[in-house]
C-alpha cells in the first residue's frame, strides 16, 4: 500500500497491522514529513511512485490531458509494460 501523504501520525488499521506485521502488507511513502494529509500534488507523486516500481502497469482509464495520461507517458518512457482491461496498450 502506498501512501499519498507522509506517514506521520496515521493511524494504521488494525487488520493492516496484523498484515504488515505478518510480512503480508507493506507500507510505503514517498513522502518524509508533509503532506499530512492527501492532496492532488501528493497523489500524483505518489502514483509514479507506484508505476515506477512496478513490473506492470494496468490502466482502467485515462482522462485525455488528465493525470494517468502523464503517467501512461511516464511508463512509456520507462519502458515498463501497460495493459487495460482488454489487453495491452499502445497508448
Do not use: Y
Not at 496484523?18 to 500534488?41: I, K, Q, Y
Request: aromatic letters at 4%; glycine letters at 6%; a positive charge.
Amino acid at each position: 500500500m502506498c501512501l499519498a501523504r507522509a506517514f506521520g501520525k496515521i493511524r494504521i488499521p488494525v487488520d493492516w497491522r496484523t498484515a504488515v506485521n505478518s510480512d503480508r502488507l507493506l507500507l510505503l511513502s514517498p513522502f518524509e514529513n508533509r503532506p499530512r494529509r492527501p492532496d492532488t500534488e501528493s497523489a500524483r507523486r505518489r502514483n509514479e511512485l507506484v508505476a515506477a516500481l512496478a513490473n506492470e502497469v494496468l490502466i482502467i482509464h485515462v482522462t485525455p490531458g488528465g493525470q494517468i495520461e502523464e503517467i501512461s507517458k511516464l511508463v512509456d518512457r520507462w519502458g515498463v509494460p501497460k495493459s487495460n482491461l482488454r489487453g495491452s496498450c499502445d497508448n
